[in-house]
Each structure stands twice: as structure tokens, then as C-alpha cells.
């Protein structure tokens, strides 16, 4: 069936979606469920970049090609720019939450964190 | 909700997803057949428009530059963020026994290798981002290496070393002032009666350093204020290792 081919990059975005969101229902690690954060995250790069693609497309970069070469999509590249610069921070910011979830309760697991303390 | 049964919750509601979402994606145009027209648009516009070869980051620092301004400020905000959670209280006695021993200078041959390797990772960021707006690079992407340049100096020094680099109250400031400047160039704009953030220096010839206009600049502000974000948050970990304290058991 080449029409299931043709929309692989796709089911690969949707299962690593799966994949990130299955590692955060059932993490039993706050470090373990900020990273499944992150490859969930990372299923966007993989949607929104081969929404991007075309066959015979090059890169977006016209030092030594004409303006008129078929290129792939330099929006969703510049989308992706922005999604991983913010994937990097955001994980930092979490992982730190999560050392100071630790300091507070003496416990990494997710299910230790049921009530808020001043 | 014991964590099996939130399993087996999750494993019902999960593939009903993916069998809907595999539906969905088998009627989406097939991959390699883009249709849309802005980045065609801008393929074909962006070197006469803005004298820039870079399509991506010509979209990043002009035609989307409003965006990017916006993901400047959640990199800021964020980075504001994991200092205010690490930073240490003064009245928290930090127990000696956590605290970690100086380790011992590596081997000279790592630092030999090191001294080099530090002055082509600064070369090589500033290369990658002075040439954003020709060939792929750009700000975040030097401000990525030029961070990591100075992680190269806590490798061959000491954590004593990479310390005293990043508590310097210059990398604070230069990242306060790379967040605004990105502000202010958008509001230079303002000032000249045209809309926020509009490519307002002189365009230069198509294939110079000097060319695209408010690209190279703002992609220069963007640079210096990753750079110094990066080394704030590495500084963070660095101290919460050092003088961080482990709660009872």
C-alpha cells in the first residue's frame, strides 16, 4: 500500500506522542516523566517538519541556488527553531522544580506529590 | 487510582487516539507534497525582498520577528525561573559533608587539548552567528556553542574557575540587555513612523555579512542574551551541586 508510506512521517509524529504521554501516566520518576515531556514534545518536530517536506525540495538557503528552486517549507523550519530553543528551557525549568520537590519531600515520585506545603 | 488501573485507563483512551489519529493522518496530503503558499512565498521573495539567503532565519528574526520576540521572553522568563528555584537561601547552613571536596587539576595534556579547542568553539559561535541571515546559524544556535565554549574552561580549570566566569555580574546584565535590545530595535521602528519591527537599517548587497538589513543585528542581540541564559542555568546546577543540600531520610 503506498498511501500508508506516503504518510509514515505522521504515524511516526502520533506515536511518539503515544509513547511521551504513556511515559507520563505511568512514571513513577519526576526526572523520568520531565524527559517523557520532552519526547513528547519532540512529536511536533516530527509532524510539523514533514508537513514541510517535498519530494525534489531543497534546503531554504539561496547562496548558490536561484530564488526559483523548489525548496522544502522555511516556515514550519523556523517553527521548529522555536519549539526546541523553548523544549530546552522548559525542561531545564522543570528539572529544576523537580530538585526542589525533592529538597521539600525527600521523594522523586510523582504520587508523593499530593499535597501542597507553604 | 492504583497505577495499574490508571494503565490500563490510559492504554483504552491511547489507542482509540492513535487508531483516530492514523485514520486522520492516512486522508492528510502525502508526505513530500506540500501545498502550502506562504513558504513558497517567502522562498521566492525573501533575496529580493531583504538581500537574505537564509529563508529560516529571515522568517525568525524579520517576517516572524514578533514571534521570536515573544519565544525571547520565554526563554527569559524561564531562565529568571531555575535561578529563582536554586538560588540559596542565606540562613540555610549547608552541611560540610554534602559539600563537594576540589577536585584535583586534570592532566595537562587535557589541558593542552583544551586551550585550542576553546578558542575554535568561540571562533566557530561567532562565525555561525554573524552569518545567520547568509548560510544556517543564527543567534540561538551561537549562543548554544558560545555557552558551551565556557563549559570547555570547567573542564580544563575547575568548578572554582567556571564559577567565577559565570557569577560575574556581566552575564546577568548582558542578558537582561540582549532580551531588551531585541525590544528596542522593534521600537527604534516606531520612532520612525512605521509599524513595530520593521527592517528600518540599509538592506546591503545580497550575499555580504552587512546584508538583510535588521536581521544580523537582532540575530547579534538574540546571540549574546542565549549565551548569557545558558551560562546563568548552568551556573544554577553547578551551585545546587556544590553547596546543595540532601533533606533527611
Redesign the interface.
Known amino acids: 500500500m503506498p498511501?500508508?508510506l506516503?504518510?509514515?512521517?505522521?504515524?511516526v509524529a502520533?506515536?511518539l506522542?503515544?509513547c511521551g504521554?504513556?511515559g507520563l501516566?505511568?512514571s513513577?520518576h519526576l526526572v523520568h516523566a520531565v524527559i517523557s515531556l520532552a519526547v513528547l514534545q519532540s512529536s511536533t518536530y516530527m509532524l510539523l517538519l514533514?508537513?514541510?517536506?517535498?519530494?525534489g525540495?531543497t534546503?531554504?538557503?539561496?547562496?548558490d541556488i536561484s530564488?526559483?528552486r523548489l525548496?522544502?517549507?522555511?516556515?514550519?523550519?523556523?517553527l521548529m527553531?522555536?519549539d526546541i530553543?523553548?523544549e530546552a528551557?522548559?525542561v531545564?525549568?522543570l528539572?529544576?522544580?523537580v530538585?526542589?520537590a525533592?529538597?521539600?519531600?525527600?521523594s522523586v515520585s510523582p504520587?508523593d506529590l499530593r499535597t501542597l506545603r507553604g | 487510582m492504583t497505577e495499574r488501573l490508571r494503565a490500563r485507563i490510559f492504554f483504552v483512551a491511547g489507542f482509540i487516539f492513535l487508531a483516530l489519529y492514523f485514520c486522520a493522518a492516512l486522508n492528510l496530503p502525502p508526505w513530500g507534497d506540500y501545498r502550502g503558499p506562504y513558504g513558497d512565498f517567502i522562498s521566492r521573495m525573501v533575496v529580493y525582498q531583504r538581500h537574505a539567503t537564509d529563508a529560516v532565519n529571515a522568517i525568525n528574526y524579520d517576517y516572524r520577528g514578533f514571534d521570536t520576540l515573544g519565544e525571547e521572553f520565554i526563554l527569559f522568563t524561564a531562565v529568571l525561573g531555575v535561578m529563582m528555584l536554586l538560588r540559596r537561601r542565606a540562613d540555610t547552613a549547608t552541611r560540610e559533608a554534602n559539600k563537594i571536596k576540589e577536585t584535583r587539576k586534570l592532566s595537562i595534556s587535557v589541558q593542552v587539548v583544551n586551550f585550542p579547542v576553546f578558542f575554535v568553539t568561540v571562533v566557530f559561535g561567532f562565525y555561525i552567528g554573524l552569518h545567520g541571515q547568509l548560510t544556517p546559524g543564527g543567534g540561538f544556535q551561537a549562543g548554544v556553542i558560545l555557552a558551551s565554549a565556557l563549559l570547555l574552561v570547567y573542564i580544563c580549570e575547575n568548578t572554582e574557575a567556571f564559577q567565577r566566569i559565570t557569577s560575574h555580574r556581566a552575564v546577568e546584565v548582558s542578558e537582561a540587555l540582549g532580551a531588551a535590545s531585541y525590544a528596542l530595535i522593534g521600537l527604534a521602528a516606531l520612532c520612525l513612523g512605521v509599524p513595530f519591527l520593521t527592517n528600518i537599517l540599509p538592506l546591503g548587497t545580497t550575499g555580504d555579512v552587512f546584508s538583510g538589513g535588521n536581521i544580523a543585528l537582532i540575530s547579534a542581540c538574540v546571540g549574546v542574551e542565549v549565551t548569557a541564559a545558558f551560562l546563568l542555568v548552568i551556573y544554577s546546577y553547578l551551585e545546587e551541586i556544590v553547596t546543595g543540600e540532601v533533606p533527611e531520610e
Open positions: 498511501h500508508v506516503a504518510s509514515l512521517p505522521y504515524f502520533g506515536w506522542f503515544f504521554l504513556y501516566t505511568t513513577r514533514g508537513i514541510g517536506y517535498r519530494t525540495g534546503a531554504p538557503v539561496f547562496v530564488p526559483g525548496t522544502v517549507d522555511p516556515v514550519v523550519q523556523a527553531l522555536t530553543v523553548v528551557v522548559v531545564a525549568l528539572l529544576a522544580m530538585v526542589k525533592y529538597e521539600k519531600s525527600g504520587s
